[in-house]
């Protein structure tokens, strides 16, 4: 998400009043940079104002990073659920002690219901795959009918995410469907991971993937983007503080670069072919 890709080394555009600049990956990590760029604003005796709300989207933004934008930038954040086939889905207005699952509620134009791998509609609370109609959406992909065909069933988007609806309509996400690591029957949401690490203090840039472990099983580790001094043994031990064995990475690399996409997410099946062999070779040992 966009918060996530100031946190974690994206680009991005920024207009404040009649002020315009730019953050990218030069300047790790961007958020500190545009921090920076705003207190540049305020040395020079100018007001922050006009800053009126944050809006984050893409992904769940670590609740560090939204206590930071609460106290130096905006109040007013706001998540925004959608994607480019069907438009703007969920809306909430988020802080840093909101669920980081909570993705919003739909909009009028929008009906979202969960269902089972038969399409099926879940009762409100059951978790399972995530589809949505819009007024607006599209309804193919153009020269791509393996990919329409897998996205768009019935009138009905499938977004490729997981989560749940309370009896009030709102939404919570659980994972992307492609992501979710199954681990000994445990389903795992590596996101999950990805922002107790981002809010880990010392990692740069961190993601949760899964490799192959004893007897073929699935496995998860993570990458981290660390100065050469920082304390692996340390973040280990708070990882078995904070989560359950079945949940919590095995293996913990050390790894100059996460990478990510023109969307800054994380490209998690190329860190699965790219760590296998490291990950076989401790395992070995």
Same mark, same amino acid.
């Given at each position: 998400g966009l918060c996530e890709r100031l946190h974690f080394g994206g680009?991005?555009? /920024?207009?404040?009043?009649?002020?315009?600049?730019? /953050?990218g990956r030069k300047e790790p990590p961007p958020s500190a940079h545009l921090f920076n760029k705003f207190w540049d604003i305020a040395a020079q005796g100018e007001s922050l104002d006009c800053l009126k709300s944050v809006r984050c989207a893409g992904g769940a933004a670590s609740p560090t990073l939204l206590k930071n934008i609460e106290t130096y930038l905006c109040k007013n954040i706001v998540n925004s659920y959608g994607s480019t086939e069907a438009g703007g889905i969920c809306t909430f207005k988020i802080s840093s002690a909101t669920d980081p699952a909570i993705c919003g509620y739909p909009h009028p134009e929008v009906t979202v219901q969960v269902v089972d791998e038969s399409d099926q509609p879940l009762p409100l609370g059951q978790e399972g795959v995530i589809r949505v109609k819009t007024t607006h959406m599209v309804n193919e992909y153009f020269n791509n009918p393996q990919e329409t065909a897998r996205s768009f069933r019935n009138g009905w988007f499938y977004p490729g995410d997981r989560g749940r609806l309370t009896k009030d309509d709102l939404l919570f996400l659980t994972g992307r469907s492609s992501e979710m690591i199954n681990r000994g029957g445990v389903k795992i949401d590596p996101a999950t991971i990805d922002r107790f690490l981002a809010d880990y203090p010392?990692?740069?840039?961190?993601?949760?993937?899964?490799?192959?472990?004893?007897?073929?099983?699935?496995?998860?580790?993570?990458?981290?983007?660390?100065?050469?001094?920082?304390?692996?043994?340390?973040?280990?031990?708070?990882?078995?503080?904070?989560?359950?064995?079945?949940?919590?990475? #095995?293996?913990?690399?050390?790894?100059?670069?996460?990478?990510?996409?023109?969307?800054?997410?994380?490209?998690?099946?190329?860190? #699965?072919? #790219?760590?296998?062999?490291?990950?076989e070779n401790l395992r070995t040992k």
């Open positions: 680009s991005f555009l /920024c207009l404040l009043g009649t002020r315009m600049f730019t /953050c010392g990692i740069v840039d961190a993601a949760a993937f899964a490799v192959k472990g004893t007897m073929g099983l699935n496995d998860m580790a993570a990458a981290v983007v660390v100065a050469k001094d920082f304390d692996l043994k340390g973040l280990a031990r708070a990882l078995k503080e904070n989560f359950e064995k079945a949940r919590r990475p #095995s293996i913990i690399f050390r790894t100059k670069k996460i990478p990510r996409n023109e969307m800054g997410k994380v490209m998690r099946a190329e860190m #699965s072919k #790219s760590f296998a062999e490291r990950a």
